[in-house]
Structure formats: structure tokens, C-alpha cells
């Protein structure tokens, strides 16, 4: 499976962004899919995954209640629902893909599948 990311953007404090991660090649429904970040000089980080179903979701603490991830199956999407954004959210946001959903999922050595990325600026 090939995820490809969009909606990345320049945004104020406080605004919001919905990231896209389209995926295409195998059977989407079956793969857990997330997302993860890398800030400028930073290491990659966690920020969430959702199971095959989208029945169990899962978070870093540091977007626990502003972002949200969900996905249809239909359209063989994920995205990521971006809210209260904070110029510390400034990152490359990358999608991710596995079957099934790694055990150490909040590991980005764990993941098969990368998207390229998409930059998500967050201004003062």
C-alpha cells in the first residue's frame, strides 16, 4: 500500500487543518493506518493510529483532545482532524501503514509504509 498525504498548510494559532492520506495498491480496509510528525531538527514522534476498522483509535498525549484521526474505507482514506493548533505543531506530518497494527505502533521503526509527507506550519 502506497499512503499519500495532503492538506498540509500555513496556519494561525489556534486554527485548524485536516490532513488527508490516501492509500492505494492493496486492500485499504485491511491495513491499521497513523500518522506520525518530525519537527525541524527533531525526531520523528508519534501523534495517532486507528485499527483496520477504525473501532480503536490512539493518541500522543501532547494531541490528545485537539486532533482526531478517522478513516473511511470506502474512499480508502485516513485524516487527521487538526484543532487548537499550536506553533510547537509545526511539523512534516507523515501517514503510515501496516497489517496489522504493530504492536510498538508508537514506534516509527515499527511502520512498513511512508508517505512523503506534508508541512504544517502553525504561526504566533
Known amino acids: 500500500v502506497e499512503p499519500g498525504e495532503s492538506g498540509g498548510g500555513l496556519v494561525q494559532a489556534g486554527g485548524s487543518l485536516r490532513l488527508s492520506c490516501a492509500a492505494s495498491g492493496r486492500t485499504f480496509s485491511n491495513y491499521a493506518m497513523g500518522w506520525f510528525r518530525q519537527a525541524p531538527g527533531g525526531e520523528r514522534e508519534f501523534v495517532a493510529a486507528?485499527?483496520?476498522?477504525?473501532?480503536?483509535?490512539y493518541y500522543a498525549d501532547f494531541v490528545k483532545g485537539r486532533f482526531t484521526i478517522s478513516r473511511d474505507n470506502a474512499k480508502n482514506t485516513v485524516y487527521l482532524q487538526m484543532n487548537s493548533l499550536k506553533p510547537e505543531d509545526t511539523a512534516v506530518y507523515y501517514c503510515?501503514?501496516?497489517?496489522?497494527?504493530?504492536?510498538?505502533?508508537?514506534?516509527?521503526?515499527?511502520?512498513?509504509?511512508w508517505g512523503q509527507g506534508t508541512q504544517v506550519t502553525v504561526s504566533s
Open positions: 486507528i485499527s483496520w476498522s477504525g473501532g480503536s483509535t
Open positions: 503510515v501503514a501496516d497489517d496489522p497494527l504493530p504492536p510498538r505502533y508508537r514506534t516509527p521503526a515499527a511502520w512498513e509504509y
